[in-house]
């Protein structure tokens, strides 16, 4: 300050000043700061976005270039900041490694933040919606080198996984439907009133026929959860959702696995569509609150502690968790087909060919993984 004299002449003034800034410097050294965690980011400029919806993604710290996708769709009144955590996507892309997306409905299109799940111009290939969470996908890849993408969405946003699965089947290898609808069921605000509650009962042809209808190619599996009391989406949209894609996916509609999981009815068809029945669970995503290897998620508004994480169990199914750690090498390359496309198109051998068809069945699509030493059915590129 003007008028103050200092108490140190000039050259022992530089000399105190050097040295806490030496002092200073040996701090820093000795305590190096953490890696910081991981944090939701909105992205902004991810394409045309016909839908007007928001882009957040979560990339796990030190994520290697190459790892999956999940595509994780938010719940009406609901968001990406909530729905990350407490449907315990994130905790799993940490642990696992594998990024996720979550696009965020805006109340500008809809007053409960709700996908427009039921809406044509939000439904349909190349348009609205639809379009807008294809094109997070794109970025994501631009971005990260995501290889194989899936999907999975709480209510109306299993109802819009339902959508993405039909309209963009070569872009995912998996999806995932919670308290959600078939594709197809609702074209206008009432009739998706009618869907939800008391639902649409039709054949599995005709289910089938609008998912065909809407775009044709190879299909992912799908992994359908549904509470037995929910008075919201009523449970019969679980047994339409089934009959659907087992009958997209060319399998029956009788389970060759009928078994508990977690204490609760879980049934597999085919090997490509399952369902879990949450028995006394009413509307929402299930969850299992703690720190445990098979557990994830935060309990909260339509996410529901059932001592069952499905997050957990739908990742297992598209095996993004396995009973080993992550792969430091990813599959380059993830292509769905039958065991004869696959044949024919050169990636296996008459022998595996077989075992693939044995395994699967020859008309049904499965997921094979382009790998260092070669083409698995393994995401985790352990031999086929």
Known sequence: MPGRRSAYPPAAMLAA????????ALSLVARPRPAEAATLQEVTGFGTNPGNLRMFRYVPTGLAA???LVVALHGCTQNAAGYGPGSGWTRLADQWKFSVVFPEQ??????????????PGDTRRDAGEALSIKQMVDR??????ATAAHVSGLSAGGAMTAVMLATYPEVFAGGGVVAGLPFGCA????SAYSCMNPGVDLTPAQWGDKVRTAHSGHRAKVSIWHGSADATV???NGVELVEQWTNVLGTDQVPEVRDTVGGYPHRVYGGVVEIYDITGMGHGHPVDPGTGGTQCGTAGAYVLDANICASYHLARFWGLVTSS?????????V???TATDHYVAGRVTVTEYNVLGARYGYNTSFALYRCVGGWTDKSDCSAL
Not at 17 to 24: C, I, T, Y
Not at 140 to 145: E, P, V
Not at 187 to 190: F, K, P, R
């Open 325 to 333: 750690a992550p792969s430091t090498s990813p599959y380059l390359e």
């Open 106 to 119: 805006k109340q500008a299109n809809n007053a409960n933040s709700c996908f427009n799940w039921f809406e």
């Open 140 to 145: 994501m890849r631009q971005d990260l080198g």
């Open 17 to 24: 000043a050097v040295a806490v800034l030496f002092v200073a």
């Open 234 to 236: 009523r449970p019969m």
């Open 66 to 68: 190459g790892r999956p």
């Open 335 to 337: 292509v769905n087909g």
């Open 187 to 190: 074209t206008t605000v009432a």
